[in-house]
């Protein structure tokens, strides 16, 4: 998550970024009022009559080569025909605009919106399951043959942000221990094609899009992908169908996404060995972006950012309670 400062909209700031994009003036501010914000700022507007997004961020919250390899990614997926979000080019051509403003530098891109709807908004159909697990194979295998220019962070690089930050945020002595056992148990598990490679990271029901016309998936928000074991979006499923969903139906769920994703690519016994430990590992990531975002401080807080700072307090209280 971004800091709390950065979780404040900017409807001056997303329109001096989209003057380097074209879009349309009609209706200009009411598609702007539904933004969200979270690990970016993200502005819906209007290009052709057709949905466009503008995704914005402080520079200082985010690693250069992430967000190019992040472009790079996507766009070798697109030529493979696997359906992710589509970047559009700035005015000058460029996917990608570092732009100084009165407010500090940002990176600013724009992706065209996907078709369907999110599957969190979907009634339970085993044939988009079996079609969603067939869409992580079928990334997990692009995966395993790409060979980028700009490569993104690995799990190692994580490792060690997290070990920064436990750090500079004064974290309790528990997070530091399970950081070490992390590593030590990470380390044995073996890195191949078939268990590891550029993940997507945050493969949950609201970053894939179903369309029912084409039983087809679509993915957006590759922004914190990382090289880890493909266990890793595995588990992010598996959890954000648990949270969404009743046990009988998420059984059922579970079932035609394996069939689904062993049609694309294997499962090797070492990945479904390491699921658990990617929770830990989910856990552990999320504790120290929780203390990021929360380590602002203001004399006076608008009611919602009390709210949010009550809730994610006690995200960190339950993550912390697995320890």
């Not at 268990?195 to 928000?221: A, M, P, Q, R, W």
């Not at 959890?239 to 009988?248: I, M, T, W």
């Not at 059922?252 to 069939?259: G, H």
């Not at 856990?283 to 009611?303: A, G, M, P, Q």
Request: overall charge negative; aromatic content about 14%; hydrophobic content about 35%.
């Amino acid at each position: 998550m971004l800091k709390m400062r950065n979780l404040i909209s900017n409807y001056e700031l997303a329109k001096d970024l989209l003057k380097n994009w074209e879009y349309d003036e009609e209706n200009l501010d009411e598609m702007l009022s539904y933004f969200r914000i979270s690990s970016n700022a993200i502005y819906p507007f209007f290009y052709k009559k057709k949905i466009c997004f503008l995704r914005i961020a402080p520079t200082d919250e985010k690693r250069k080569e992430n967000i190019y390899g992040e472009i790079e990614f996507i766009q070798y997926l697109r030529e493979h025909d696997f359906k992710a979000l589509c970047p559009v080019p700035s005015k000058n051509g460029e996917f990608i605009r570092i732009v100084n403003t009165k407010w500090g530098e940002y990176y600013a891109t724009v992706f065209e919106k996907v078709a369907g709807k999110p599957v969190e908004a979907c009634e339970y159909s085993e044939k988009m399951y079996h079609e969603y697990g067939k869409t992580m194979g079928r990334m997990h295998r692009l995966s395993s043959g790409f060979k980028p220019i700009i490569k993104k962070w690995t799990h190692e690089d994580v490792l060690n942000e997290i070990e920064t930050m436990l750090t500079l945020y004064h974290c309790s002595n528990k997070a530091k221990i399970e950081l070490e056992n992390l590593r030590v148990e990470l380390a044995k598990l073996p890195k191949n094609h078939l268990s590891y490679g550029l993940i997507h990271y945050d493969f949950e029901l609201d970053n894939v899009f179903y369309d029912e016309k084409t039983n087809t998936c679509s993915v957006i928000d590759f922004d914190d992908g990382m090289y880890h074991w493909y266990s890793t979006d595995i588990e992010q499923f598996l959890d954000s169908v648990s949270e969404e969903k009743g046990e009988l139906e998420a059984e059922q769920v579970k079932i035609a996404f394996f069939e689904g994703y062993q049609s694309e690519y294997p499962i090797v016994e070492e990945t479904k060995n390491s699921i658990p430990l990617m929770r830990r590992f989910i856990n552990l990531y999320s504790y120290v972006r929780i203390h990021h975002c929360l380590s602002d401080s203001f004399t006076s807080e608008k009611e919602w950012m009390t709210e949010l700072r009550v809730k994610l307090t006690n995200m960190l209280k339950s993550i912390e309670e697995t320890w």
